[in-house]
């Protein structure tokens, strides 16, 4: 019997879930200086994005440009930062940022920038909310 699908301990402690789409679990991080979503492909052991099948692979990159373009409608950002790294959680998961060039980190990576700062409970809540309502979750879980 294969093994379920169970989200990395680091992941989750790091972010909010907002829901699922047909593949990801859809995160938020809980860093209020950067605009943030995490798509997890729910296959379990997972770590590269060449571990997906090919259907799987071609609904990642659709849910990658659909958290893009959803950051684009709603936020507004001067650029959007795609990545794979995977180097401190193995687990497959894809980062999805919006940037500023007036960010702190701009216009170098968001990686070990300065301290992560949370957002206010309510602001969070809300931004959840939209970001939720305008990718259409499959299932909504926590927002």
Do not use: C
């Amino acid at each position: 019997m294969p093994e379920p699908f169970a989200l990395d301990p680091q992941l989750a402690a790091d972010t909010v879930t907002l829901g699922r789409l047909a593949l990801s679990r859809v995160l938020l991080s809980r860093d209020a200086r950067f605009p943030w979503l995490i798509l997890v492909p729910e296959r379990a052991g997972a770590v590269e994005i060449v571990d997906l099948v090919g259907a799987d692979r071609v609904l990642l990159m659709e849910e990658i440009a659909a958290a893009s373009h959803t950051f684009k409608r709603l936020v507004q950002p001067d650029k959007i930062n795609v990545a794979a790294l995977g180097n401190k959680v193995r687990q497959l998961h894809v980062h999805v940022v919006a940037r500023f060039s007036s960010d702190p980190a701009w216009p170098n990576p968001i990686w070990g920038v300065g301290t992560p700062q949370p957002y206010p409970a309510h602001a969070l809540a809300v931004l959840a909310e939209r970001l939720a309502a305008a990718l259409s979750l499959a299932e909504v879980i926590d927002a």
